[in-house]
């Protein structure tokens, strides 16, 4: 059989399904990755790169992918057929080249999609932290360090935790710096002021009766308000929002919204819905198809290309990894 890599078209049918089972004696414990944030938080996942793509995939023994090991790498079956070969990548804390960092595990709020309120993890204090990124960058190749969190009691109390961290981690390390956090009124400035490079503030959809359907309690306004004011501080293609396909938005709603965020000076990033079991029974979603992914991304570029936006800047979080949605900047 000849080698399969990876390009835009099995890539999003890969994330569209998003999951591949895998032997155990192929995935030691540095070539695995657990998720404590967001939809996926909970589970368990590994990188796949070849032919200048990398594609991550949750661990899932019911999948209908089957990662197995051949040749020098791996190659992904689905009724017997292989779909794509290529090599599992090491993940130096959570994504290859950063130490991608969880603070708190927990969250006082109740988005239909995030499994994280159920869980309710962990609060890392800093000795946890350096710890974390120290072992990260003994491997080699850290590129960049990147901090996201729930809301343990309040998101102004977050940005203050958050802040002392990108504190601490600025007196050790030179590497750029981001932050995923709910944003406050002043969160783009404390967190600039403390050595941070670059945020990200989610809007999870842009469709507001969605939005006040699966993330009761947040404000769609609040989170625009505070990413037009990140622009202003961090600079174009250092600020990123998460943008959820698969909550019922049309085609149409995604257009519109990526380009009243482009307009704004804010990178979009798609991300494919994830189903959580913690979440079964409230909430409805649909994994999009890898036309849509496609048909979407492609859609994103071109906006990016008109409003004057670089995708291929950004230093931390998603953009660089490019491991669970298709990248405008290198996937389409």
Not at 298 to 317: G, I, P, V
């Amino acid at each position: 059989m000849k080698k399969i890599p990876l390009n835009p078209e099995l890539k999003s049918f890969l994330i569209s399904i998003g999951s591949a089972d895998i032997d155990d004696a192929l995935l030691p414990a540095d070539l695995k990755t657990s998720a404590t944030a967001g939809p996926g938080a909970g589970g368990s996942s590994f990188f796949i790169s070849s032919g200048g793509h990398r594609v991550r995939l949750s661990i899932n023994r019911k999948s209908p992918l089957k990662a197995v090991k051949w040749e020098d790498g791996v190659a992904i079956f689905k009724d017997g057929n292989m779909v794509v070969s290529g090599c599992l990548e090491e993940p130096l804390c959570h994504c290859p080249g950063q130490a991608y960092i969880t603070i708190s595990e927990r969250c006082i709020y109740d988005c239909k999609f995030c499994p994280v309120p159920k869980l309710q993890g962990e609060r890392k204090d800093i000795p946890t932290i350096l710890r974390m990124v120290s072992n990260a960058c003994a491997r080699g190749g850290m590129q960049a360090i990147s901090l996201t969190s729930g809301v343990e009691l309040s998101p102004d109390d977050e940005v203050k935790k958050t802040v002392e961290v990108v504190k601490e981690l600025k007196k050790h390390y030179s590497v750029p710096i981001g932050v995923s956090v709910y944003p406050t009124e002043t969160s783009s400035d404390e967190l600039y002021k403390a050595g941070a490079a670059e945020v990200k503030y989610n809007v999870e959809t842009m469709d507001p009766e969605i939005f006040s359907r699966v993330c009761p309690g947040l404000s769609l306004e609040e989170v625009l308000i505070a990413l037009k004011h990140a622009v202003e501080v961090f600079g174009r293609d250092h600020v990123f929002s998460n943008f959820i396909i698969g909550l019922g938005e049309t085609d149409e709603t995604v257009r519109t919204g990526v380009e009243k965020l482009v307009q704004m000076g804010v990178i979009p990033i798609l991300r494919p819905i994830s189903a959580s079991s913690y979440r079964t029974g409230e909430i409805e979603i649909s994994r999009p198809s890898p036309e849509r992914l496609r048909k979407l991304a492609r859609m994103e570029k071109n906006l990016l290309k008109k409003y004057h936006l670089d995708a291929s800047k950004a230093k931390t979080m998603c953009l660089p990894c490019t491991g669970c949605d298709m990248a405008p900047h290198c996937d389409v």
